[in-house]
């Protein structure tokens, strides 16, 4: 029998991660600090704040949806916000989290005013996390947070709804919504019906994308994940610019030098303000 302790698990995130940068793949996703045994995060408020706007709008899912806006979301939101308020957050400066802050806001008040799919019935996968083994042999796991998935009565199917709080497009060949697909039909019986990204900063308009073909996104994804595996038995996460890295893994390698600055930790994860001027890197940007 497979052992889901011993696996290795995949998800959009880490996928990304590797693709962008095997060493960041590494120092986010298999590196532990050895006095706590956590794993480590840089803050920033891009993250804060789609972490916030998230937690509040995915909790509605659970709610019937005669209740779902019986407590205003712009106060949960409020309520919610002191986990991420100054440096916890990312946050260096009160101007700079009142931006972010407002940002916040303005999307779960257009999300009020428009709510859409989030006054029809849900699907609520009864698993913490949905994974299912994309290949027991190579004892690998697919896993993954999806984010709404809406219950189309006339079909008895799901539509799949990812929500995004940042300002950028996902590319046409990102697999999020490909792994999404395969999650739903793996974790829940219900056959999949769509597919969309909801860009909550633009607007109320649903961005539907095509279905992926699952034969296709399993043979890619299993490729890929079986890159990772070999990486991690060889001990092997090289940054492809070398030993000066990259916008992706000199965050987290300023944490591992004690340059970063410890802002409090979820029990899993300890978090960590970085300092992005002392990195020296030729990128003009960094995502976390």
């Known amino acids: 029998m497979p052992d889901k302790y011993t696996a290795i698990w995949i998800s959009h995130s880490s996928i990304s991660d590797f693709l962008a940068c095997p060493r960041s793949y590494y120092l986010k996703n298999v590196y532990k600090d050895p006095k706590t045994g956590h794993k480590v995060q840089a803050v920033s408020p891009s993250l804060s704040l789609g972490s916030i706007v998230h937690q509040v709008v995915e909790s509605l ?4 949806t005669d209740k779902r806006f019986q407590t205003p979301l712009l106060e949960k939101f409020n309520q919610t916000w ?3 308020s100054g440096k916890q957050g990312g946050f260096l400066d ?3 989290e009142n931006e972010y802050k407002r940002r916040g806001q303005d999307m779960l008040d257009m999300v009020t005013k428009n709510p859409g799919p989030l006054t029809k019935l849900a699907v609520k996968i009864n698993m913490d996390l949905p994974y299912f083994w994309l290949s027991e042999p190579d004892n690998l796991i697919l896993c993954g947070k999806i984010d709404w998935l809406e219950y189309l009565k006339d079909k008895n199917a799901v539509h799949i709804i990812d929500f995004k709080t940042g300002r950028n497009r996902q590319k046409d060949d990102s697999l999020q919504l490909p792994i999404y697909h395969l ?3 793996n974790c829940q019986q219900r056959p999949v019906a769509g597919a969309s990204y909801w860009y909550l900063e633009t ?3 649903l961005i539907s994308k095509k279905l992926s073909d699952p034969v296709k996104s399993t043979k890619k994804i299993l490729k890929i994940s079986k890159q990772i595996k070999l990486a991690r038995q060889l001990e092997h996460y090289s940054c ?3 030993d000066k890295g990259c916008s992706y893994c000199q965050p987290f390698e300023s944490i591992i030098k004690g340059q970063a600055e410890y802002v409090g930790t979820d029990g899993f994860r300890d978090n960590y303000l970085v300092d992005f001027s002392l990195l020296k890197t ?6 976390l």
């Open 203 to 205: 607007g109320p308009d």
């Open 61 to 64: 899912s659970i709610l019937p």
């Open 183 to 185: 999650l739903t039909l």
């Open 282 to 287: 030729s990128d003009d940007s960094v995502i």
């Open 82 to 84: 002191s986990k991420v």
């Open 240 to 242: 492809p610019k070398g």
């Open 94 to 96: 009160a101007k700079t």
